[in-house]
């Protein structure tokens, strides 16, 4: 059986009830077996942490000093700290390979040669094949001889390896092999 006044025990016994609500309560409590059940219960709770409060608080063993302090001193000074600890803890082992595997890719990129230029006919000729003739088929065959060192496929030097290339060239040129 309800009575209406269940949910006020605490709230009146911390006096936060409004003056006619704590009123009617007061005058409902002698005459209401649970309420009064309640509120005695309520005083005795309150009266036992109160002296939970005052009471004086328990020392600590005398070896917990001392097993704190060997912690902490374990854990700044050991050498399982800082960066390397961190990635330890979060790193691992199958994680290794693909991680390796990218910096090495990564590594091949930066320092790998940039793919050599493509061969133009528009490039300068170098200064000993101006200087070897004015035909025009021995300065093309100095341009390639130049963009071939460029690949370094070639080991043409002099002037008479332009002269050999050329009259190669012309009998390229006949239809002779």
């Given at each position: 059986?309800?009575?209406?006044?269940?949910?006020?025990?605490?709230?009146?016994?911390?006096?936060?009830?409004?003056?006619?609500?704590?009123?009617?309560?007061?005058?409902?409590?002698?005459?209401?077996?649970?309420?009064?059940?309640?509120?005695?219960?309520?005083v005795?709770?309150?009266?036992?942490?109160?002296?939970?409060?005052?009471?004086?608080?328990?020392?600590?063993?005398?070896?917990?000093r001392?097993?704190?302090?060997?912690?902490?001193?374990?854990?700044?000074g050991?050498?399982?700290?800082?960066?390397w600890a961190?990635?330890?803890?979060?790193?691992?082992?199958?994680?290794?390979?693909?991680?390796?595997?990218?910096?090495?890719a990564?590594?091949?990129?930066a320092?790998?040669?940039?793919?050599?230029?493509?061969p133009s006919?528009?490039?300068?000729?170098?200064?000993?094949a101006?200087?070897?003739t004015?035909?025009?088929?021995?300065?093309?065959?100095?341009?390639v001889?130049?963009?071939?060192?460029?690949l370094?496929?070639?080991?043409?030097?002099?002037p008479?390896?332009l002269?050999?290339?050329s009259?190669?060239?012309?009998?390229?040129?006949?239809?002779?092999?």
């Open positions: 059986m309800s009575c209406g006044f269940e949910e006020d025990g605490v709230a009146y016994l911390d006096g936060e009830l409004p003056r006619e609500r704590a009123e009617a309560l007061a005058a409902h409590l002698p005459g209401c077996v649970l309420c009064t059940a309640q509120h005695a219960g309520l005795r709770l309150r009266e036992q942490v109160a002296a939970l409060a005052s009471a004086p608080l328990p020392l600590p063993s005398p070896g917990l001392a097993r704190v302090l060997a912690e902490v001193a374990g854990a700044n050991s050498p399982g700290t800082g960066l961190w990635l330890r803890g979060r790193l691992q082992p199958w994680m290794l390979a693909p991680a390796l595997a990218g910096l090495a990564l590594a091949w990129l320092w790998s040669p940039a793919s050599p230029p493509s006919l528009d490039a300068p000729l170098p200064a000993w101006a200087e070897a004015e035909e025009p088929a021995v300065l093309e065959a100095a341009l001889m130049d963009e071939l060192d460029e370094r496929l070639g080991a043409l030097e002099t008479e390896d002269e050999v290339i009259a190669l060239d012309e009998l390229e040129q006949e239809g002779r092999p």
